[in-house]
Structures are given as structure tokens and as C-alpha cells.
């Protein structure tokens, strides 16, 4: 049997007895796992979908004593977006924008989970998208996770709670205190 999409469906490719069929099994919805991850946004409308964003299903970070992640460039500001869809421009304007190594974004960027390897630091949207869907999602933590979205001001950076949905900022440098990241990536559909 083969497993394969065909626009936005799941069909698998069944034998019957000689005889081959295609069996839709699974469209596309929040929650599922798809394109490596579990589905938090969807683009377009059923079921013409075009694309959308998954979240990984495991954290590429949880660091269990310090130092812990950082988000990096202490003093520098990048110009991150909160919106949703930014997170892989930000991931990239921080790698670019910040020597120091390893930060959240760096770890993002080397993740790979379910054969894929584009892989970003969520926006503050995007993080609030997890936090949505939070019940759908397997292995979230209790400790903050970082965005790639800064603070009101360049020495700060947001982090998000799944449980309680707090939203707060730390120091971009900050080290002490506990922090995971959970990356996510975009699809595209054909």
C-alpha cells in the first residue's frame, strides 16, 4: 500500500483482491499529521486547500538545566514580525543578524523530524496558533517556548506558555531561566 496526496486528500493506494483502488482516507484538517507535522493552519478553503503550517511533533530544544536557550543579539534589533507567516523570515533575518551559536533560531534551523529540514522558530502568531491547538499537539512541555518575534525593546523577546496561554518577554541573553523550542514549518500544495 502507498500513502500519497493528491491536492489536499490522503489517498492510499489499495489492492483489492487484483484489482487496485484509491481509497480517501484522511482530507486534510486542523489537527492532522501531514507534511511532517500536525496542521495548525490551513490556506484556501475545503477542499481546495493550497498550503498551510505544521508544528513538529517533538521540541528540537528542552534544555533540563542551564544554560538554557537563547534567543541571542543581546542589544541588537533584527525587525521580527508577530504575524503569522513570518516566522521563517524572521528565523532567517536572526541567523543572519546574530554570530552567536547556538540560539533558538540556530537550533530551528538544524532541526529535522519526518524527513524534512525547512524547519523555522514560530512567529508570536504562529505561536498563538500552537497555542490554540494545543490539545492536538503531542509532547508540549510546561516550560516557556521561544518565538521568533522581539520585545518592545531590542534587549527582549517574546516566549510563549501552552497550558495557561501567558504571554511574556526575557531577556534576549538570558540563560537562566527555562526555555524550549518547538519549530514548525510551511507546506505548499500542488
Known amino acids: 500500500m502507498q500513502t500519497v496526496y493528491i491536492g489536499s486528500t490522503l489517498v492510499n493506494d489499495v489492492m483489492l483482491g487484483s484489482q487496485r483502488m484509491d481509497v480517501i482516507t484522511n482530507p486534510l484538517y486542523i489537527g492532522a499529521f501531514a507534511y511532517g ?51 521563517g523570515t524572521n528565523t532567517a533575518a536572526i541567523l543572519a543578524g546574530c554570530a552567536t551559536r547556538p540560539i533558538a533560531a540556530s537550533i530551528a534551523d538544524a532541526f529535522t523530524s519526518a524527513g524534512y529540514s525547512d524547519w523555522v522558530l514560530p512567529s508570536e502568531g504562529e505561536m498563538d496558533l500552537i497555542n490554540t491547538n ?28 501552552y497550558i495557561n496561554s501567558i504571554a511574556f518577554s526575557f531577556s534576549k541573553s538570558d540563560s537562566t531561566n527555562a526555555t524550549s523550542v518547538r519549530c514548525i514549518r510551511y507546506f505548499t500544495i500542488p
Open 37 to 87: 507535522g500536525i496542521i495548525i493552519k490551513l490556506d484556501g478553503t475545503y477542499p481546495k486547500y493550497t498550503g498551510g503550517i505544521v508544528v513538529a511533533l517533538d521540541d528540537a530544544s528542552t534544555p533540563t538545566s542551564p544554560p538554557y536557550t537563547i534567543f541571542g543579539c543581546s542589544g541588537t534589533t533584527i525587525g521580527t514580525s508577530a504575524a503569522v507567516g513570518s516566522g
Open 134 to 161: 494545543y490539545t492536538l499537539i503531542p509532547n508540549l512541555g510546561n516550560a516557556p517556548y521561544c518565538t521568533s518575534t522581539e520585545g518592545t525593546t531590542v534587549s527582549t523577546q517574546f516566549r510563549k506558555r
